[in-house]
């Protein structure tokens, strides 16, 4: 068990029994606790380091949060379900990526922004404010990326790209570590129901399963979903 607030020091703390008994550790209680102030906001933004570091550390083999049934309007703020149903922290928990290297999307079907198979250590998820869907990627900026895989066909493709950014910027796409080129993504505000849908044509040029990558020239991005479309 551990309740640091400090992710990288409970991660360092399970890696310690790792390279005393050189084996797996289980984590099998974690929150931010003890002289933890943050509020709901900052158990979520601990929640989202936790799960990042976890799901990247190969010596972690089980994790569970502490706990289910919790508050949200008092400290600790932890609690996944509240009054019959997923708090928003509960639906981070259940629904943030698992890094699956070996999931591979479709194409014609949209695909939530949350499950990314990488990603930059600053990425952060929420309860997406969209119409649809559980998360949404929240504040992205020029320093971040995050990639997916997916069966893509060649030629021209429409990719349906879901967002809210407070001003115009261009989304920068590329396959496989290849450029596709930047395209433009026009402000739709910052309000929790300002979302816009691009759709960006796209000339794939060869048939198969594609790390595609997005990352920006700049701005407060938010991600809820996408399909590329043939």
Not at 131 to 142: A, M, V
Not at 201 to 219: R, Y
Request: glycine content about 8%; overall charge negative.
């Amino acid at each position: 068990h551990s309740y640091m607030e400090a992710a990288s020091a409970t991660i360092n703390f399970g890696n310690e029994f790792t390279t005393k008994y050189n084996k797996k550790y289980w984590l099998t209680e974690f929150c931010a606790w003890g002289d933890f102030n943050g509020g709901y906001d900052g158990q979520q933004r601990f929640m989202n380091d936790m799960l990042y570091k976890l799901e990247k550390d190969d010596n972690c083999e089980r994790y569970a949060w502490f706990k289910f049934d919790g508050g949200i309007t008092s400290k600790p703020w932890n609690g996944l379900y509240f009054k019959r149903a997923l708090t928003e922290i509960g639906k981070l928990y259940m629904y943030y990526s698992t890094f699956d290297q070996n999931v591979v999307y479709p194409s014609n079907k949209w695909i939530p922004a949350e499950h990314f198979r990488n990603a930059s250590e600053k990425i952060k998820c929420y309860a997406t404010t969209d119409t649809d869907g559980n998360l949404e990627i929240n504040s992205f900026s020029d320093e971040d990326f995050v990639e997916y895989k997916v069966a893509l066909e060649a030629g021209e493709n429409i990719l349906h790209f879901r967002y809210q950014v407070n001003r115009n910027i261009k989304l920068k796409i590329s396959l496989d570590g290849v450029s596709l080129g930047e395209f433009a993504l026009t402000e739709t505000g910052e309000k929790g129901d300002a979302w816009g849908t691009a759709h960006i044509k796209l000339d794939i040029p060869s048939a198969g399963d594609k790390v595609v990558k997005f990352t920006t020239n700049g701005g407060i991005l938010n991600i809820n979903r996408f399909a590329f479309e043939n």
